[in-house]
């Protein structure tokens, strides 16, 4: 059995992590899903659930921007019957890490696709949501982290620019152009910046939006409308 390196994360020696039912494999070392994340994405497909109740047969279109492991992705596939998932990432071994565990849990292809690209360079067509778990961790709080997280978890995945905005700017600004009417964008953030993402949201002309906090009482995801 593979021994454990000191602050080494135990999520990586076991190998794979839970997430909302799903097998997350992570033998690739992409970043570990947080409790945070998956209270958040369980809450937002539960809202999706409500949104089609008189459409059951409506198959909905959603991008999963910055994927990762694709756990956010995956666990939507297994929680919307009539879900068709786009899974984004630009690191080779996110997208293959996303393979893996859509084929750990037996998601057919037909209900998902795999497209690489920075942001949304690669995308095309519209969709009816769109989640993002952005870097966002501000360059200047570095020294909040913890250090089995630096050490072993990549940074690509964490860090935002000085204050932790450059991507959620830049995925702010384009996610409209991609939601088809009454679409909708759910998106992670640090609690500190709640209020500068709903200048951002209003700058780049979004209609409605919430911020909600999550289990540790912390803002820590918006829903926005388009």
């Known amino acids: 059995?593979?021994?454990?390196?000191?602050?080494?994360?135990l999520n990586y020696l076991i190998g794979f992590t839970d997430f909302l039912g799903a097998k997350i494999d992570l033998s690739k070392k992409t970043f570990i899903p947080r409790p945070e994340t998956e209270f958040w994405v369980k809450r937002a497909i539960k809202?999706?659930?409500?949104?089609?109740?008189?459409?059951?047969?409506?198959?909905?279109?959603?991008?999963?921007?910055f994927s990762?492991?694709?756990?956010?992705?995956?666990?939507?596939?297994?929680?919307?019957?009539?879900?068709?998932?786009?899974?984004?990432?630009?690191k080779k071994n996110c997208l293959e890490q996303i393979k893996i565990n859509l084929n750990i849990n037996r998601i057919k292809a037909k209900r998902y696709k795999?497209?690489?690209s920075n942001l949304f360079s690669k995308i095309?067509?519209?969709?009816?949501?769109?989640?993002?778990?952005?870097?966002?961790?501000?360059?200047?709080?570095?020294?909040?982290?913890?250090?089995?997280?630096?050490k072993f978890e990549p940074r690509q995945a964490l860090f935002g620019g000085l204050d932790g905005l450059f991507y959620i700017k830049r995925f702010l600004k384009q996610a409209k152009n991609f939601l088809?009417?009454?679409?909708?964008?759910?998106?992670?953030?640090?609690p500190e910046q709640r209020?500068?993402?709903?200048?951002?949201?209003?700058?780049?002309?979004?209609?409605?939006?919430?911020?909600?906090?999550?289990?540790?009482?912390?803002w820590r995801w918006v829903e926005a409308l388009i």
């Open 68 to 90: 990762g492991s694709g756990c956010i992705g995956v666990a939507i596939l297994l929680h919307l019957k009539n879900a068709e998932v786009s899974f984004v990432d630009r």
């Open 180 to 190: 088809k009417p009454k679409g909708g964008v759910f998106m992670e953030f640090s």
């Open 114 to 116: 795999i497209i690489k």
């Open 195 to 218: 209020n500068k993402i709903g200048e951002l949201l209003k700058k780049n002309g979004y209609k409605n939006w919430e911020f909600y906090k999550d289990q540790f009482n912390r």
């Open 1 to 9: 059995m593979k021994k454990l390196k000191i602050s080494e994360p």
């Open 124 to 150: 095309k067509g519209k969709y009816d949501y769109i989640f993002a778990n952005p870097p966002y961790v501000a360059r200047n709080k570095i020294s909040q982290v913890q250090e089995s997280v630096l």
């Open 47 to 65: 809202t999706i659930n409500y949104n089609l109740n008189n459409r059951r047969n409506y198959e909905v279109k959603v991008l999963d921007m």
